[in-house]
Antibody, heavy 121, light 106 residues
């Protein structure tokens, strides 16, 4: 079955860096775009970044552009999010989510369980 | 960026009630609209995509409608397991954007 498993969350001081990983199994990883979506405590969902199936294109939310880098290793079925210059506003649960498509419509059909990132001194 | 506005932000309902949640886009998105359900401490789950297509395994009491700017999620007869938060999401443009969510409570 399709599985996405995030790892790497934790407590980090403001201004420091953290790297999240997302391991995928149960599907052909190199055929799917993957997104990061985050959710601050008690808040709604916020899209963070997207990487195409082959890694050729990457997109970022304005709130993280220049600080976060999304990457993937299709040989290892893994996705990463390098987060630099973290601030309190980045405190959230981070989900990786698979993008699927039908009739030209894209949607997130599988999500990981989430990784909590807490930025605090 | 396309703004998605959901209403209401929360509602109280009873088992068996018909529940309707609306989502309005700041510009036309055709039917590039998806709905998700999220329970506390869990990842969101896809309910409906392409505005009205029920995702695999989702009960038929859930339905979606709309196109262009205005969309609706309807639960025809609320069940105990439906008490959760619901989010709309547009996939017409990058960045994808979500509504602020609607919490369905008893």
């Amino acid at each position: 079955q399709v599985q996405l498993v995030e790892s790497g969350g934790g407590v980090v001081q403001p201004g420091r860096s953290l790297r999240l990983s997302c391991g995928a199994s149960g599907f052909t990883f190199n055929k799917y775009g993957i997104h990061w979506v985050r959710q601050a405590p008690g808040k709604g969902l916020e899209w963070v970044a997207l990487i195409w199936y082959d890694g050729s294109k990457k997109y970022y939310a304005d709130s993280v552009k220049g600080r976060f880098t999304i990457s993937r290793d299709n040989s290892k079925n893994t996705l990463s999010l390098q987060m630099n210059s973290l601030g309190a506003e980045d405190t959230a649960v981070y989900y990786c989510a698979r993008e699927s498509q039908q009739w030209g419509v894209t949607f997130f059909d599988y999500w990981g369980q989430g990784a909590l990132v807490t930025v605090s001194s | 960026d396309i703004q998605m506005t959901q209403s209401p932000s929360s509602l109280s309902a009873a088992v068996g009630d018909r529940v309707t949640i609306t989502c309005r886009a700041s510009q036309s998105i055709s039917t590039y609209l998806n709905w998700y359900q999220q329970k506390p401490g869990k990842a969101p789950k896809l309910l409906i995509y392409d505005a009205s297509t029920l995702y695999t395994g989702v009960p038929s009491r859930f339905s979606g409608s709309g196109s262009g700017i205005d969309f609706t999620l309807t639960i025809s007869s609320l069940q105990p397991e439906d008490f959760a938060s619901y989010y709309c999401q547009q996939s017409d443009n990058t960045p994808v954007t979500f509504g602020q969510g609607t919490k369905v409570e008893i």
